[in-house]
């Protein structure tokens, strides 16, 4: 595993993230929802590494669209680092790409459109792809 680290904009978040290939292997997904597009969201993820989060504040969890998966947002600076879906006992997700620190070695966006799938399709593809997900952040 590679490990990379980042942070939002205030650096109140930290992210951790280890994966089994080099950044510049990675194309970040482009989501074409409208909470995505708005805020210029892309994201990393894959199913064989591992997504950790580490906050100082308690973070700002919002859902969209199909209500099934949490936007974890910074309560400071309002930076998305990333997206969580609870399955059973266990998380995954996806970091903000943006908000890693070597961000600049991803390959170009690649824009996919979640919001043509079912519910049931989504989750299913966001196991395919996402990572396991630790999230510690005060109560």
Partial sequence: MISYTGACLCNQVELHVHL???LSNYAPRACDCDFCR??????????????????????RHERQGSNQAEFLSCRHCE??????LHLDERRIGAVNAQCLHSAEQFKEPIFVS????????????????WSPLTLNEPD
């Fill in 20 to 22: 089994p290939q080099v």
């Fill in 38 to 59: 708005q805020n210029e969201l892309t994201y990393i993820s894959d199913p064989e590494g591992k997504i950790q989060i580490q906050s100082s504040i308690s973070l």
């Fill in 79 to 84: 930076q998305t680092v990333a997206v969580m």
């Fill in 114 to 129: 979640p919001k043509t799938f079912s519910a049931q399709e989504k989750t299913k593809r966001w196991e395919q792809l």
